[in-house]
């Protein structure tokens, strides 16, 4: 019988801040979590740090579209 245990994701500021905090199941790949938060969020596209594991082309393209259209401060 396997285990099953849980991934944490969070989103912190320049600061490490936290400022989004998610669980998922260990059957998710942490891109599909990793889209559906950056997407909730506004961001500013300063700096983006993540593990390679979020490098897909959904997010950069998420990523390159919020930078076409950013959010009203």
Known sequence: MQKKSLKIHVVVDAL???????LSGDENHDSVQGYDILKQLKLTL????ADRAYDTIAIRTLL??????PCDS
């Open 46 to 49: 300063k700096h983006i740090l």
């Open 64 to 69: 390159e579209e919020e930078q076409d259209h």
């Open 16 to 22: 490490g801040n936290p400022i989004h905090f998610d």
